[in-house]
Structures are given as structure tokens and as C-alpha cells.
């Protein structure tokens, strides 16, 4: 039997929790106790999940609408999530939304760059005060399990160089996520905000069988395996009395804890750490 930490009445945030994965794991928090927010697009999918985890036994559950692919959009949820509460013990990002090619969002970015990165890391970094403030702040990346040869140009990231293409899009942008989660764990060694890449496996969920999914994504999304399954180590890196071995780190097989370092290209990490910075900062936004 695994120790739990405490979480009846600590605060979780949810970037994508009105279904999939990150609803899965918001139930569970709900289960145990915890206040819970849902950062989602969809209002009435918002409202439903509400009510849902608040018969799972939330302590609290409140909704948030946000659009999560500008930089405007981003720092209003930050804001939004810190009026909600000051101090923050966990935070998880599942958004991910279907779409049919090369999309580019009002702030100029590759769609799929910035709501599955961008969004993320700019989150994070704006967040991470509240969660240190917690004395053991939490933030999941719910990913695939990608390599590092996934990595893509970082001189060309918005495909303005390079044919884009959807597999090549979607897979880049989680790399990008693991090099995050290695760069945010070095710079934040030695406070209280722990992070990792939770991730999952085909899974069945409403964006993976949208018809606007390319066909192979929905075979996948027909045959995978279910939401509480592929959210078990979600689950477990926010509960886990402590995760100290997870910091840092890729939890690749949801079926078991192993965590695993990242290890990629350190200066990859760091340059991408400023590239982010400057994103930001080109559209009105400061991240510390």
C-alpha cells in the first residue's frame, strides 16, 4: 500500500479536466477531499464536471473558461486561478483539442505549439510562486512517451521553415514538454515544486475519436484503453506522499511507477527556456 500525502481540503488545478484524462484524475481528488478548479473551453462540459465531482465528494468544485491558445488567454487563466486560491499544492495539464491541418492561433503560433506547450510552460512559470507557497507544489504533463530525436527545430517552431504535419506537430510539441519539465526541475531544484511527464497510452477519449482527428488517431482512441487507466500515475504523482524520485522525471508506462530522468540535451532545455520567455514577452506577458 502506497503513502498518501493529505489532499482532503489542498487545492488542484486542472487545465483539461471536463473529460479524458484530466477528469478522470479530478475525480479522484474530488474522492479524496480536495478543492478542485477545471480550466476548460467548453462551458457546459465545465458545468457537468462540476457537478460530478462535487457528488465525488470535493470539498469544493469550480469552473474556469478559458481559451488556452493565446498569450492573453493564459496569463486571464493565471489570474483567474490564483483569485481562486493563493496557494496551490497541484496543477495538471491535459488539454488538447482536435483539429485538421496547419492551424495558426491570433497570436501567430502553430496551433498545436501553443496549446500543448506554450500554454503549458507559460502556466507553470506563472504559477509556480502559488505552488511553492504550498510547500510541496505539484505539476503533471500528461504526454505520450516520446524520444528525444522528436525534438524539433527550435529555430523554426512555428513551421515557417519546415512542412508541418500533424504526427510531426503533435509529437514535437510533447518533446518540448519533456525538455520543460527537465529545464523547470533544474532551475526550481531545491524548492518545493515538484514536476514530471505522466505518460499515457492510446487512450478513448472524446478528442481522440473527434472526426476531425486523422484516421489513425481514432482507430487508436476506438481500441484504447480508458481514461482512469492512462490517469493512474496522474493520480499517483499528485497523492504520493512524496515524489522526490519523480522530479524531473517521465512516468512512461501508466501502469506503474517508474520514474525515469529525461536527460535530453541540456542546452536544447535552456534555449528553449528563453525562446518561451521571448514568446511571452512579444505578446504582453512577463513569466518570471
Same mark, same amino acid.
Given at each position: 500500500?502506497?503513502?498518501?500525502?493529505? @489532499?482532503?481540503?489542498?487545492?488542484?488545478?486542472?487545465?483539461?479536466?471536463? *473529460? $479524458?484524462?484530466?477528469?478522470? =484524475? *479530478?475525480?479522484? #481528488?474530488?474522492?479524496? $477531499?480536495?478543492?478542485?478548479?477545471?480550466?476548460?473551453?467548453?462551458?457546459?462540459?465545465?458545468?457537468?464536471?462540476?457537478?460530478? +465531482?462535487?457528488?465525488? /465528494?470535493?470539498?469544493?468544485?469550480?469552473?474556469?473558461?478559458?481559451?488556452?491558445?493565446?498569450?492573453? /488567454?493564459?496569463?486571464?487563466?493565471?489570474?483567474?486561478?490564483?483569485? %481562486?486560491?493563493?496557494?496551490?499544492?497541484?496543477?495538471?495539464?491535459? =488539454?488538447?483539442?482536435?483539429? !485538421? /491541418?496547419? !492551424?495558426?492561433?491570433?497570436? $501567430? +503560433?502553430?496551433?498545436?505549439?501553443?496549446?500543448?506547450?506554450?500554454?503549458?510552460?507559460?502556466?507553470?512559470?506563472?504559477?509556480?510562486?502559488?505552488?511553492?507557497?504550498?510547500?510541496?507544489?505539484?505539476?503533471?504533463?500528461?504526454?505520450?512517451? @516520446? +524520444?528525444?530525436?522528436?525534438?524539433?527545430?527550435?529555430?523554426?517552431?512555428?513551421?515557417?521553415?519546415?512542412?508541418?504535419?500533424?504526427?510531426?506537430?503533435?509529437?514535437?510539441?510533447?518533446?518540448?514538454?519533456?525538455?520543460?519539465?527537465?529545464?523547470?526541475?533544474?532551475?526550481?531544484? $531545491?524548492?518545493?515544486?515538484?514536476?514530471?511527464? &505522466? &505518460?499515457?497510452?492510446?487512450?478513448?477519449?472524446?478528442?481522440? #475519436?473527434?472526426?476531425?482527428?486523422?484516421?489513425?488517431?481514432?482507430?487508436?482512441?476506438?481500441? /484504447?484503453?480508458?481514461?482512469?487507466?492512462?490517469?493512474?500515475?496522474?493520480?499517483?504523482?499528485?497523492?504520493?506522499?512524496?515524489?522526490?524520485? *519523480?522530479?524531473?522525471?517521465? +512516468?512512461?508506462?501508466?501502469?506503474? %511507477?517508474?520514474?525515469?530522468?529525461?536527460? %535530453?540535451? &541540456?542546452?536544447? =532545455? *535552456?534555449?528553449? %527556456?528563453?525562446?518561451?520567455? !521571448?514568446?511571452?514577452?512579444?505578446?504582453?506577458?512577463?513569466?518570471?
Amino acid at each position: 500500500m502506497v503513502n498518501e500525502r493529505a @489532499v482532503s481540503d489542498a487545492n488542484f488545478v486542472f487545465f483539461g479536466g471536463t *473529460a $479524458g484524462m484530466g477528469r478522470a =484524475a *479530478a475525480m479522484e #481528488l474530488a474522492r479524496r $477531499g480536495a478543492n478542485v478548479l477545471v480550466v476548460a473551453r467548453d462551458e457546459k462540459a465545465g458545468v457537468d464536471t462540476v457537478a460530478a +465531482l462535487t457528488k465525488a /465528494g470535493a470539498a469544493s468544485a469550480r469552473f474556469v473558461e478559458a481559451d488556452l491558445s493565446t498569450a492573453a /488567454g493564459i496569463a486571464a487563466a493565471a489570474r483567474d486561478v490564483l483569485e %481562486w486560491r493563493s496557494v496551490l499544492h497541484g496543477v495538471t495539464h491535459s =488539454a488538447m483539442s482536435a483539429f !485538421q /491541418g496547419k !492551424q495558426i492561433t491570433p497570436d $501567430g +503560433l502553430e496551433f498545436t505549439f501553443a496549446l500543448q506547450y506554450f500554454a503549458r510552460a507559460a502556466v507553470n512559470r506563472l504559477l509556480r510562486d502559488a505552488l511553492e507557497a504550498s510547500g510541496d507544489g505539484r505539476i503533471a504533463h500528461v504526454s505520450g512517451s @516520446v +524520444l528525444e530525436v522528436m525534438i524539433p527545430d527550435l529555430n523554426d517552431l512555428q513551421y515557417e521553415k519546415r512542412n508541418w504535419g500533424f504526427f510531426r506537430a503533435v509529437l514535437g510539441t510533447q518533446a518540448l514538454g519533456f525538455l520543460h519539465v527537465q529545464e523547470a526541475a533544474r532551475r526550481w531544484r $531545491g524548492g518545493a515544486v515538484s514536476i514530471a511527464a &505522466c &505518460c499515457a497510452r492510446p487512450t478513448k477519449t472524446k478528442a481522440m #475519436l473527434d472526426k476531425r482527428m486523422p484516421f489513425i488517431m481514432r482507430v487508436m482512441g476506438r481500441f /484504447g484503453t480508458t481514461p482512469e487507466k492512462s490517469a493512474r500515475n496522474i493520480v499517483a504523482f499528485l497523492t504520493h506522499a512524496s515524489v522526490s524520485d *519523480a522530479n524531473g522525471a517521465a +512516468l512512461r508506462n501508466p501502469s506503474r %511507477w517508474r520514474p525515469r530522468p529525461i536527460g %535530453w540535451n &541540456c542546452e536544447k =532545455a *535552456a534555449k528553449l %527556456w528563453e525562446i518561451t520567455t !521571448q514568446i511571452a514577452a512579444e505578446r504582453g506577458v512577463k513569466l518570471p
